[in-house]
């Protein structure tokens, strides 16, 4: 099928310096950050994606994307992080037993250690994070794996998850179906370019009975892997028809064990715990929420009116950090939009991204 925008692409910003830079987590894992550079200032802010979605999200060339308005609205740099959540890297397509822990313990102290390695220890950082994303990077803010951070936008979720009944029914079923029952190793949006009559396919086609609400197979199997709507994740009118498309692109395969983490975290009374108790995750705490006082970071908890994901998850979260730091942080709700078309929609450098910028010039 032929490509209307290029898999991948960095066409979505221009006039920027634009460079790669790798680096490891402690836990052997290689990921990378993409640097765009247009001032000579020290202000950075590093721009962090959800589950199966990667730097792509915030560069697309369809609408003026994020990182084209920061850097339009004076922010010297912006950094985009691909940790292993990421599509753009394989670690989705292996078996593993990651889960936000590993995000909060292992990737976000590496990636902000890189950023200050190349940008100087003296540079001002904020951070803007998304869905699952913004969780690992709350959990590590909070649990104080990371500091330094001037301020922090966090999107649909941070330290108290919650869900639509009908997504945590079928976070209990849909594990034990794709992988005992159909042996699937992970579950993917692409399932309806498998070749015909393989399992994959057979899927995304039986889901797209149930979704009647467009014809796009990527846009149905979202649907059941995050949330519960028709569409789940965003307002089809909110997106560029090109966005809707290529779903398959934006969005990439993905195990199941983050989803168990969520559900955990949804049994324990809607807070932030650990997926293992092991040795090895014994510097994150048992309750992020019990020391939020002490965290000077202010954050603005994001999300749409809409979330069909998430739903009101930030703000419990805003409620909870208010009780713990008064005054300290913010809450924004956007009406008209859901989960990811705050930052994915056709309009958002009007309707979505100007309220992110004054809470960021409000802590520069």
Not at 251 to 267: F, I
Request: hydrophobic share 40%.
């Amino acid at each position: 099928m032929a490509r209307e925008i290029p898999l991948y692409t960095l066409d979505g910003v221009v006039d920027a310096e634009v460079t790669q830079h790798g680096f490891c987590t402690e836990d052997g894992l290689g990921l990378s950050l993409l640097r765009f550079r247009r001032g000579q200032g020290r202000m950075a802010v590093m721009i962090v994606h959800g589950l199966t979605t990667s730097s792509d999200m915030f560069i697309q060339p369809e609408h003026r994307n994020l990182v084209s308005f920061l850097l339009d609205e004076g922010v010297d740099e912006v950094w985009t992080l691909d940790f292993r959540m990421s599509n753009r890297h394989p670690y989705n397509l292996q078996p593993n037993r990651y889960s936000m822990d590993d995000c909060a313990l292992f990737d976000f102290p590496a990636a902000v250690a890189k950023i200050r390695q190349v940008a100087g220890d003296d540079v001002e950082l904020h951070v803007i994070a998304h869905c699952l994303g913004s969780m690992g990077f709350a959990m590590a803010l909070f649990g104080r794996t990371v500091s330094g951070i001037r301020s922090c936008i966090l999107n649909s979720v941070a330290l108290t998850p919650h869900v639509p009944r009908w997504s945590r029914i079928k976070g209990h079923i849909f594990p034990f179906v794709i992988e005992r029952i159909f042996q699937q190793p992970y579950v993917s949006p692409r399932w309806s370019e498998d070749p015909r009559f393989t399992l994959g396919k057979l899927l995304s086609k039986g889901v797209s009975l149930f979704h009647r609400e467009c014809d796009v197979p990527a846009c149905h199997m979202l649907s059941l892997m995050w949330g519960t709507g028709w569409p789940a994740l965003y307002n089809h009118e909110n997106l560029d028809e090109r966005t809707h498309r290529r779903g398959g692109d934006l969005y990439g395969p993905v195990g199941l064990n983050y989803h168990r983490h969520v559900l955990k975290m949804l049994g324990r009374g809607h807070r932030t715990v650990k997926m293992r108790e092991a040795p090895e995750y014994a510097a994150l705490p048992d309750d992020y929420l019990l020391e939020a006082r002490r965290v000077d970071t202010p954050c603005l908890l994001l999300t749409g009116r809409d979330n069909r994901v998430f739903t009101d998850s930030n703000v419990h979260c805003h409620r909870a950090l208010e009780e713990a730091a008064p005054g300290r942080h913010e809450l924004a709700i956007i009406d008209g939009y859901g989960h990811q078309d705050v930052f994915m929609g056709a309009r958002v450098d009007r309707e979505v991204f100007p309220r992110l910028m004054t809470f960021l010039n409000a802590h520069t």
